[in-house]
T-cell receptor, first 112, second 114 residues
């Protein structure tokens, strides 16, 4: 089975900290995605990447950046964490032309 | 822009009863449609997907969904629910190719009564 692994299940960070959320997939997928999930709002796309070093803004990119230096790894970066970024963050991957999206188990981030 | 509406925030169903979760979409071209399930503390698991062809799609765990173009709907059904079906259900729409991500509805929380 394809696995998408998010390095942390729970994180607590302080306001103003720089935060890195890591995601690794093991099936050579070209496309990777970061979503945030909030109660009553569903999942919203933050950033996605269709190739190494390529990135595209999703629907809510403000306050975030991403890095994809290797095909299997896609990092979400909160340059200066704020309390309104407290949320569940989900990473996903798929191959181009297919819709076999696989999601990680999520990272629940709390910014205090 | 594409969008997905799940009109029911919560649904309560008795164990053994039938289930229908509603999903309406807005999309300018032929949509790619999905239903995902999320158990507490878990990621999303794909239940089923529709790309083309037969408008009645079978998925895992006994779920099915019917695509109705005229109603812009993709409702999820199950003839008899089990207590383990209690979860959050998300409908999603996407464009061809898979590279641009999916647009999700806000979810429906399913509660199963004994």
């Amino acid at each position: 089975d394809v696995k998408v692994t998010q390095s942390s299940r729970y994180l607590v960070k302080r306001t103003g900290e720089k935060v890195f959320l890591e995601c690794v997939q093991d099936m050579d997928h070209e496309n990777m995605f970061w979503y945030r999930q909030d109660p009553g709002l569903g999942l919203r796309l933050i950033y996605f990447s269709y190739d190494v070093k390529m990135k595209e803004k999703g629907d809510i990119p403000e306050g975030y950046s991403v890095s994809r230096e290797k095909k299997e790894r896609f990092s979400l970066i909160l340059e200066s964490a704020s309390t309104n970024q407290t949320s569940m963050y989900l990473c996903a991957s798929t191959w181009t032309g297919g819709y076999g999206y696989t999601f990680g188990s999520g990272t629940r981030l709390t910014v205090v | 822009a594409q969008s997905v509406t799940q009109p029911d925030i919560h649904i309560t169903v008795s164990e053994g009863a039938s289930l229908e979760l509603r999903c309406n979409y807005s999309y300018g071209a032929t949509p790619y449609l999905f239903w995902y399930v999320q158990s507490p503390g878990q990621g999303l698991q794909l239940l089923l997907k529709y790309f083309s062809g037969d408008t009645l799609v079978q998925g895992i765990k006994g779920f099915e969904a019917e695509f109705k173009r005229s109603q812009s709907s993709f409702n999820l059904r199950k003839p008899s629910v089990h207590w383990s079906d209690a979860a959050e259900y998300f409908c999603a729409v996407g464009a061809g190719g898979g590279a641009d991500g999916l647009t999700f509805g806000k979810g429906t929380h399913l509660i199963i009564q004994p």
